[in-house]
């Protein structure tokens, strides 16, 4: 079945740690995007990709960085200069006006 | 401003009752706009997605519409089931944005 993977589900980061979160998609989609949850907050974007080997920062992009070496993954790392990184975090993918499909998320905890 | 706006927050109605998700938003000038489901801790399921040239889109006992002149969206649901039970969120994809907007969510209680 076509759809996106994101791993790990769970993932805790010390302070100062750099740690990235992995997501992978089947659908021969061109975009991918990554959000961020919050409690109250709605889903915020992080970052998007249009195509191979270029990328957009979206609303809330600092303290993160991203690469797309290959139009299936689209890794996102939670680098130490993030000061709030305890979040949801979900990624997606789209083509044309075909619309969203998003996996199942990773849960990031500093502790 | 592109924005979407979700009305209520939450919503507990008792099984069996038929119901109605509101959604607007700022700016007619749309691509689509989706319906999402999301259970706690998990990711989006998608729903329903209303092209912009399209009024009404239907799935089992869903039915998404949309009115992009006066900028609104509403997911009704048929005999609700207590499985019902989730947030459901709105989100537009407007012209000219390279991203997807999304509305807070509707938190939606089903009591059997």
């Known amino acids: 079945d076509g759809g996106i993977t994101q791993s790990p589900k769970y993932l805790f980061r010390k302070e100062g740690q750099n740690v990235t979160l992995s997501c992978e998609q089947n659908?021969?989609?061109?975009?991918m995007y990554w959000y961020r949850q919050d409690p109250g907050q709605g889903l915020r974007l992080i970052y998007y990709?249009?195509?191979?080997?270029?990328?957009q920062k979206g609303d809330i992009a600092e303290g993160y960085s991203v690469s797309r070496e290959k139009k299936e993954s689209f890794p996102l790392t939670v680098t130490s200069a993030q000061k709030n990184p305890t979040a949801f975090y979900l990624c997606?993918?789209?083509?044309?006006?075909?619309?969203?499909?998003f996996g199942s998320g990773t849960r990031l905890t500093v502790v | 401003k592109q924005e979407v706006t979700q009305i209520p927050a939450a919503l507990s109605v008792p099984e069996g009752e038929n119901l109605v998700l509101n959604c607007s938003f700022t700016?007619?000038?749309?691509?689509?706009l989706q319906w999402f489901r999301q259970d706690p801790g998990k990711g989006l399921t998608s729903l329903l997605l209303?092209?912009?040239?399209?009024r009404e889109q239907t799935s089992g006992r869903l039915n998404a519409s949309l009115d992009k002149s006066s900028g609104r969206s509403t997911l009704y649901i048929a005999a609700s089931q207590p499985g019902d039970s989730a947030t459901y969120l709105c989100?537009?994809?407007?012209?000219?944005?390279?991203?997807?907007?999304f509305g807070q969510g509707t938190r939606l209680t089903i009591n059997p």
């Open positions: 990709s249009q195509i191979v080997n270029d990328f």
């Open positions: 700016d007619s000038a749309i691509y689509n």
């Open positions: 209303i092209q912009s040239s399209q």
């Open positions: 989100a537009v994809s407007f012209q000219g944005a390279q991203k997807l907007v």
């Open positions: 997606a993918s789209s083509q044309d006006q075909y619309g969203y499909t």
């Open positions: 659908l021969n989609h061109d975009a």
